[in-house]
Nanobody, 118 residues
Framework: QVQLVESGGGLVQAGGSLRLSCTAS????????MGWYRQAPGKQRELVAT???????NYADSVKGRFTISRDNTKNTVLLQMSSLKPEDTAVYYC????????????WGQGTQVTVSS
């Protein structure tokens, strides 16, 4: 069974920084993408940033230049460094692991709250 454990959320003032961390345990394929999605109240879950096992990254336009994703494949850990935070970044942030080859399973963490005050 795959488990994703997130940490690092919290309350921060606009312009501040936070770092999210997610560690995956259990068995999943090494050809994968690890990353972060977020869901604000009343909105659909959306991609924030992902990084593949071959280090290809993908960022939402709204976070480009402010957020940086990184991963440590030896520890099955993915980090999201968030800077210049805005109130509109307030959401529950979910860690995600997605296998890129069959059976293409997807796993989710339970989420961590990020609140940015103005």
């Amino acid at each position: 069974q795959v488990q994703l454990v997130e940490s690092g959320g919290g309350l921060v003032q606009a312009g501040g920084s936070l770092r999210l961390s997610c560690t995956a345990s259990g068995s999943f394929l090494s050809i994968n993408a690890m990353g972060w999605y977020r869901q604000a109240p009343g909105k659909q879950r959306e991609l924030v940033a992902t990084m593949t096992s071959s280090d290809n990254t993908n960022y939402a336009d709204s976070v480009k230049g402010r957020f940086t994703i990184s991963r440590d494949n030896t520890k099955n850990t993915v980090l999201l460094q968030m800077s210049s935070l805005k109130p509109e970044d307030t959401a529950v942030y979910y860690c995600n692991v997605r296998e890129l080859v069959p059976p293409r399973r997807t796993y989710w963490g339970q989420g961590t709250q990020v609140t940015v005050s103005s």
